[in-house]
């Protein structure tokens, strides 16, 4: 937090320098960040309302023991499902997912709950969706889904194979 | 626009909902909302700034040139490694991502860097490796790194 505040007033004091020695460039400067700005703005509250309300609401407990039960590919979409819903940063997904491997559950259905805890969480798709358009977030969302999946079952073989 | 309006009535709709099963715990939520909100802002502030400068001062040309087409394959492993190594919260990514392609960065530039920065963490590797063993962690991230470029890959070839 604090790192973040000192980094803002650093990028302020790059502004003001250079848009005093460069008066010219004034507009396109504040034009651009102005529209960048509201453009956040208008989705940033709702994004986190939707964040605050899935920690909440959606105990540990429950994803842990949905995650537990499902067998094969279902497992593997679950657990997809379970890691996109909006509840956090990656560093409270591992715990969860240590935990799950005690249980038993899937080497392949850790690996994309890990992958849609980073990558596909609906916050970051609705921000994704604002900036870069339905195209750009659809085609990287879908590609994303398929390269987990490959990437679980392609880990779980590798470490079987070093187990046999 | 629609994308503003879908997402707020979401948002309300969840709110009225969670509202009418637990308001002490809908009030937490919206603790925690705010809080987030708050500790956000400076980053947001900052990206703001950042992408003013750069549609102010760093030509077009530029930015082909190191992100862009012109940047070619060699230009891929450089974006990717860029991704997993800065901190950047995945959230205000997307306008940097956004400001880049404005200004001439390919889509697989962009889709990579994006991708690696949310799908890899050098800072967490080490908790990662605690948690899941060294190798789980290695192969997740290392496997992460090579989707990413594909998927980046794709992306350029499909949009």
């Known amino acids: 937090m604090r790192g973040d505040i000192l980094l803002l007033v650093g990028t302020l004091l790059l502004l003001m320098v250079l848009l005093s020695l460069f008066p010219a460039r004034r507009w396109v400067v504040m034009v651009s960040s102005w529209n960048f700005f509201l453009k956040m703005i208008l989705i940033l509250p709702a994004v986190m309302i939707l964040m605050g309300l899935f920690s909440i609401f959606v105990e540990r407990e429950t994803v842990v023991k949905y995650l537990g039960r499902g067998a094969g590919m279902k497992g593997v979409f679950l657990a997809l499902l379970f890691g996109a819903l909006p509840t956090g940063p990656l560093y409270i997904a591992f715990p969860i997912a240590a935990s799950l491997l005690r249980k038993g559950a899937r080497i392949s259905a850790i690996i994309a709950f890990l992958s849609a805890w980073?990558?596909?969480?609906?916050?970051?798709e609705i921000v994704e969706l604002q900036f870069l358009g339905p195209h750009f977030m659809a085609l990287r969302l879908a590609l994303t889904v398929i390269f987990?999946?490959?990437?679980?079952?392609?880990?779980?073989?590798?470490?079987?194979?070093?187990?046999? | 626009m629609y994308t503003v309006v879908i997402v707020n009535s979401f948002a309300c709709l969840c709110l009225i909902f969670a509202l009418l099963k637990d308001s002490k715990r809908t009030r937490e939520a919206l603790a925690v909302a705010l809080r987030s909100f708050l500790r956000i802002l400076p980053a947001i502030f900052t990206i703001v700034i950042f992408i003013g400068l750069l549609m102010g001062f760093v030509?077009?040309?530029?930015?082909?040139?190191?992100?862009?087409?012109?940047?070619?394959?060699?230009g891929m492993p450089i974006v990717a490694s860029l991704g997993a190594v800065l901190h950047i919260p995945s959230l205000i990514s997307f306008p940097l991502a956004a400001s880049l392609l404005e200004r001439g960065a390919s889509v697989t530039s962009v889709a990579v860097f994006v991708t690696t920065l949310t799908m890899i963490g050098i800072f967490t590797l080490p908790l990662e490796m605690r948690?899941?063993?060294?190798?789980v962690a290695?192969?997740?991230?290392g496997m992460s790194f090579i989707a990413a470029i594909l998927i980046g890959i794709l992306m350029g070839l499909i949009l």
Request: net charge positive.
């Open chain 1, 148 to 164: 987990a999946v490959l990437m679980g079952l392609t880990i779980e073989r590798i470490l079987d194979q070093r187990r046999l």
């Open chain 2, 131 to 135: 948690e899941l063993g060294r190798k």
């Open chain 2, 59 to 74: 030509p077009r040309e530029t930015i082909s040139q190191v992100v862009g087409k012109e940047a070619g394959l060699m």
């Open chain 2, 138 to 141: 290695l192969l997740r991230n």
């Open chain 1, 118 to 124: 980073a990558c596909i969480k609906v916050p970051q």
